[in-house]
């Protein structure tokens, strides 16, 4: 039997950044999806092969080998969601050495002791192929780690005795509420590899879907009722989430009352982006007024994360090109390069849409559309093999 669970990317609508330090972000899922495929081999094939199909990285370690690299962890299998210690992500950095990773894709490497943690942590020593394919441009933006490590999540538990799932069920299912709180769970230990100091909105929405508001920890559901089209533009420009995120830091620990007020605002931006959503439009006049005010908003974020240092010569190029069309864009996720975001209005034609698209493809930039709110985190069973 194979296990498929396939988890979807994000934008940050608002609050990126300022929600790893306590304040509101307002997320939704995207169509854009992470798929992780997990077939358990025979007891007495002693491997656990992982394809990573996306950065072109195939590994093939056996279980004995990783059993003595662990050792000093006594049993890993928890039912519970467990942090990994700096002890273990260098014992796991010396199974990922061993493989030889490439000195190029170095960056890489915290995806990769993320899957052996959720991995051992969740299934033990059981041998198996694992592939995961994404159709989310990596460390761009869109919650590619957060997709990666819901999926994996997801596929490991489906396996495990931690949850009961009807595997005779055809197509795609969802978890119930606790099961998928597990998923959430695990997966914010997996980010936490990944990203050094996650808030949690980027696995929370993931695993959940829609729209949410996040803050400290705390996911609240949003009910839109707003037509919401973003025109996405991938910058191209690589970045890393977990470097962004500590300059941050370090720069409120240079100015924490500037920074405060700063992270203040962009928490009274998200909370007033969540009251549009809900609001119900009574006419087209009604809709056209919401749309300028989420167009005002975009561009006070931006303004506010330029301010904080995550914005890139790139992304202000994206600004700049869509303000020409009297649009408004902020970039979305932790910035310095990867995506923009561009708030299409109700209004706006296709044709103008295609000259804009065009203008920014003369950058070597790369715009697309994405279906807005969708499900969350999905599993489905293969019996044919
Ligand atoms: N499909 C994938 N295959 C292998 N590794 C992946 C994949 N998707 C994500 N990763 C891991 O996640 C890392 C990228 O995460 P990062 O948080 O920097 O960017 P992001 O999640 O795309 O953007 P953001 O956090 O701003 O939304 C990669 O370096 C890799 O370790
Ligand atoms: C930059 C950040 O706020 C969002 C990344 O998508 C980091 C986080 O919340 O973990
Ligand atoms: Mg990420």
Known sequence: MEVTARAPGKIILAGEHAVVHGYTAVASSIDLYTVFSIRLRSEDDDTVKLKLNDIGLDFSWSVRRIKEVLSHLGSPFSSTPTSCSLETIKSLATLVDEQSFPETKIGLASGVYAFLWLYTSILGFKPATVTVSSELPVGAGLGSSAAYCVSLSAALLALSDSVKLDVSQKGWSMFNESEA????????????????????????????????????????????????????????????????????????????????????????????????????????????????????????????????????????????????????????????GGCVLTLLPTHISGEVIDKLVE???????????????????????????
């Not at 559901?221 to 533009?233: A, D, E, G, Q």
């Not at 941050?248 to 605002?265: E, F, G, I």
């Not at 909370?271 to 006419?283: G, K, L, P, Y």
């Not at 930039?365 to 069973?381: L, N, R």
Request: with cysteine; glycine share 10%.
């Open 181 to 336: 709180e597990l998923v959430n769970k695990w997966a914010f230990e997996g980010e936490k590899i990944i990203h050094g100091k996650p808030s949690g909105v980027d696995n929370s929405v993931s695993t959940f879907g829609n729209v949410i508001k996040f803050k400290s920890g705390v996911m609240t559901r949003v009910n839109s009722n707003m037509p919401l089209r973003m025109l996405i533009t991938n910058t191209k420009v690589g970045r890393d989430t977990k470097a962004l995120v500590a300059n941050v830091s370090a720069r409120k620990s240079r100015h924490p009352d500037a920074m405060c007020s700063v992270l203040n605002a962009i928490e009274a931006i998200s909370d007033e982006w969540s009251t549009i959503i809900q609001s119900h439009a009574v006419d087209d006049l009604y809709l056209s007024a919401n749309e300028e005010k989420l167009r005002e908003l975009m561009e006070m974020n931006q303004g506010l994360l330029l301010s904080i240092g995550v914005s890139h010569a790139s992304i202000e190029n994206v600004l700049q090109t869509s303000m020409k069309y009297k649009l408004a864009s902020k970039l979305t996720g932790a910035g310095g």
């Open 359 to 385: 203008e920014l493809g003369s950058f070597g930039f790369q715009s697309f559309t994405a279906g807005i709110g969708g499900k969350g985190v999905q599993i489905s069973f293969d019996h044919s093999s």
